[in-house]
């Protein structure tokens, strides 16, 4: 065995170890605080012993497949009892790799999308973390144009139709203030057109959602923030 194949199967096994060892779901917040903090300063010192191409690559092409085939580009929808139709619908940007690997999340969040969205852990899993962006503002300008140019160029057709529909659903979203139930009614079915993609489904059917919707009694008083 050379050089390089130790030094990939030493890394294979620390992988391995690390994916036993950690199970995050039986951590305190304080727990899982800390060796996340502790996570964003060996990424760093980790990417700084990069060399400059590899770090490029990393920035750009390496990124752009990552993305496209790990992130999840979706409108989220929360029941929300005091918002007027009950319901927040929050767009969502979001990519998720298990601890063993969130170096990468820490990279795309660091060097990419200068220090922008934020990592958590995802709820209810072993040992899985999430960056994510939902800040209307982030996403307009700083995930859309990278995405714009370093993705969207190389997607297929479902993907381009997926795209366009997401920004379609932020439109329609940044006008909520004025809605009526028809403006709602119609969101909703938009932002389930976004299901279809890779295989995301939702809690509600569009059926259900349009219902509680409509029934909500909020929709009948003073309009509020949706």
């Known amino acids: 065995m050379d050089k390089k194949q130790q030094k990939n199967s030493k890394k294979q096994k620390m992988s391995k170890k690390i994916k036993n060892k950690l199970n995050i779901r039986n951590w305190t917040n304080h727990q899982r605080n800390e060796w996340r903090d502790k996570s964003e300063k060996d990424s760093v ?31 989220s929808v929360k029941k929300h009892p005091t918002s007027t139709f009950g ?12 601890a063993s690997a969130i170096h990468l999340l820490w990279w795309t969040k660091l060097y ?21 962006f939902t800040n209307k503002k982030e996403i307009s300008e700083i995930f859309e144009p990278w995405y714009e140019t370093h993705v969207y160029p190389f997607l297929g057709t479902e993907g381009i139709e ?17 809605w009526d139930l028809d403006d709602a009614q119609a969101c909703a079915k938009e932002i389930y057109t976004l299901t279809s993609y890779k295989g995301r489904d939702r809690k509600l059917s569009l059926e259900q959602l349009q219902l509680l919707i409509k029934e909500h009694p909020n929709q009948n008083t003073k309009k509020r923030s949706l």
């Open 87 to 98: 319901f927040n619908f929050q767009p969502e940007i979001s990519i998720s790799q298990h």
């Open 45 to 75: 010192a980790f990417w700084k012993n990069l060399d400059a191409k590899l770090q490029t690559n990393f920035q750009t092409y390496w990124l752009a497949g990552f993305w496209e085939g790990e992130g999840s580009i979706t409108v």
């Open 112 to 132: 990419v999308f200068n220090n922008t969205g934020s990592i958590t852990w995802k709820n209810g899993s072993d040992a899985t973390w999430v960056y994510k």
């Open 162 to 178: 997926h795209w366009h529909k997401f920004k379609k659903c932020r439109s329609l979203i940044s006008k909520r203030k004025s």
